[in-house]
């Protein structure tokens, strides 16, 4: 739900199909005999309701504006679905802790049913039996702590590796920070979820010539929201018209083969030639093998899983690691803070290792207090299953959930000097992505809905920040200042965010 609304002519096209609309609409209605209490919200206009007021800017922002004016619980109205926008810590509580088996499914959203077989993946699958255990699954078996503990060296490696080509740069010429990032996490989670990202087989060549990067951006791109999204009882003559559905097709069917490609060889593996180290994949087929899940696995649901895997690894992972460079540059004491703290520990060493990382607590800091402001999820999104009061407001069925968690890490209500990059308030503090969680600060998410794979994220985010941290001191290019720095939502990994690394050794910078 943090994507941006699609700004294309589909305004038109849906002014040409209100009488069908109404047609449809007319036949609808509920039966209730008293007038409910809905929250308050803006006016609407015909058709597009509310749509209009998201296009400018990005929608939590301007959600967030609507609330100051509306309140904390708030209806708008996206084309012929109705959303209640939560921006309080008293609502978001009833949302995702009181209330929280009324409101735990996801909205599921046009551009991914295709894309997640039918909603078998565990990030969209209604709540329910087949739910629980794929998450049992995915907790269990693919993000646990040990789980997470033995891709070690794959991590090691991949660090090394982005160490080595930003070094190519150091000293003399910018290297855009998200492209070497994205490039490192897009690695990792691909050995993590498919194995080695060399080799001679034919699935293999996809990780070699870029063609499986190039998909999968088509994917995550294909998962925005849609106008069919809006008017559910018309999204098939939308999706046609508008060419998304052809869209859609192509890029799933280029996935689906590449899947199966590494699914069949992972299968067909000769026992003497299987790798010591498992990957997601592995483990997934050795659970539909051994039919010890109350679930019957397939392919596809192999196929779901694991793209949750990546995706949800490598926009998230890359998103808060970019973020945070970001601020450091634009905040150069906290940089120098984090460095010094990072250095004195690992000395003359010459890399960080995962068991250093403990010891920076400031470096957990900074983390903590950019996803404050730069939250994996700005908008939370559920869905409601039956009738309910949030605040006392009547809810209906199916009626959209968003909860503003941008918003509410910049609530002056909750937050000291809130726009304000000050890593210091979480010294101390009880916040934490977890455990003793507050209604003001999640960052990945809340409720049973929780992100389950923060653990190998966390891990994966520190590791690689306390090396370039550690290994670069990081300028600005020549003619840049720390003001001229765009921090305007998505502009961190739009535009380039561009750096000069300098070499350190052991004390000095060259």
Known sequence: MENTLPHNFLVLLLLLLHPLFFFISSFKGRNDQTKPNFPPGPPKLPIIGNLHQLIAKQPHQALSQLSNIYGPVMLLQYGRVPTVVISSVEAAEQVLKTLDVVFCNRIQLAGRKRLSYNYVDMALAPHGEYWREVRKICVLELYSKKRVQSFKAVRAEEVAVVIDSISFSSNTTPVNV????????????????????????????????????KVLCEVAALTSLYASDFYPEVSWIIDRITGIHGKKEKCFQDLDN??????????????????????????????????????????????????????????????????????????????KKVQEEIRSYVGSKGKVEESDLDNFSFLKMVIKETLRLHPILPLLARKSMIRCKIDGYDIYPSTWILINSWALGRNPQYWKNPEKFLPE????????????????YMPFGGGRRICPGLNMGIVLTELVLANILYTFDWEFPKGLKAEDLNMEESSVSRYPLELVPIKYVAGKSD
């Not at 696995?297 to 998230?316: E, P």
């Open 425 to 440: 308030r979480f010294k101390d503090s009880s916040l934490d992505f977890v455990e003793n969680q507050k209604f003001e």
């Open 258 to 335: 590449f899947l199966q490609q590494i699914i069949d060889e992972h299968d067909n593996r000769p026992e003497r030639l299987k790798p010591e180290q498992e990957d997601i994949i592995d483990v997934l087929l050795k659970l539909k093998k051994d039919h010890t899940s109350t679930i019957h696995l397939t392919d596809d649901h192999i196929k779901a899983i694991v793209l949750n895997v990546y995706l949800g690894g490598v926009d998230t992972t890359t998103g808060v690691m970019t973020w945070v460079m970001a601020e450091l540059a634009k905040n150069p004491e906290a940089m």
């Open 178 to 213: 998200f492209e070497k990032l994205t490039s490192f996490t897009h690695k990792t989670i691909c050995r993590v979820a498919f194995g080695s990202t060399t080799g001679q087989s034919r699935s293999r060549n996809h990780f070699d010539n870029g063609r499986l990067i």
